[in-house]
């Protein structure tokens, strides 16, 4: 059973950082595919951004283009989501997910069915 524990979540003023990490308990980290969701109140879960196994794809939701950045680290088992220049409509349950299919990249990054394990998800909050 894989296991994704998220970190880094809280709040922050309109403008501000944070950085968020994923930590993942699988030995086949390094052929998985990393991507971050998010879900507001009342709202369905959406994508954000991911990472294909390699390190060498990435996706990301249009209005957090140039503001976020996601990276991973194979030796650590981790995969972190920096946010910049963030904005109150960034408020949200922030998702960490992995998925098992291999080669995952581009668009199909982006696909929450091609995602098998979540984490229990932290909360960011940002003020106007």
């Known amino acids: 059973q894989v296991q994704l524990v998220e970190s880094g979540g809280g709040f922050v003023q309109a403008g501000g950082s944070l950085t968020l990490s994923c930590a993942v308990s699988?030995?086949?980290?390094?052929?998985?595919?990393v991507g971050w969701f998010r879900q507001a109140p009342g709202l369905e879960r959406e994508f954000v951004a991911a990472?294909?196994?390699?390190?060498?794809?990435?996706s990301y939701l249009d209005s957090v283009k140039g503001r976020f950045t996601i990276s991973r680290d194979n030796v650590k088992n981790a995969v972190s989501l920096q946010m910049s220049s963030l904005k109150p409509e960034d408020t949200a349950v922030y998702y960490c997910?992995?998925?098992?299919?291999?080669?995952?990249?581009?668009?199909?990054?982006?696909?929450?069915?091609?995602?098998?394990?979540w984490g229990q998800g932290t909360q960011v909050t940002v003020s106007t």
């Open positions: 997910a992995a998925s098992m299919r291999l080669l995952l990249r581009g668009s199909a990054l982006a696909v929450v069915s091609n995602y098998d394990y």
């Open positions: 699988d030995q086949t980290f390094s052929r998985t595919a």
């Open positions: 990472i294909s196994w390699s390190g060498g794809s990435t």
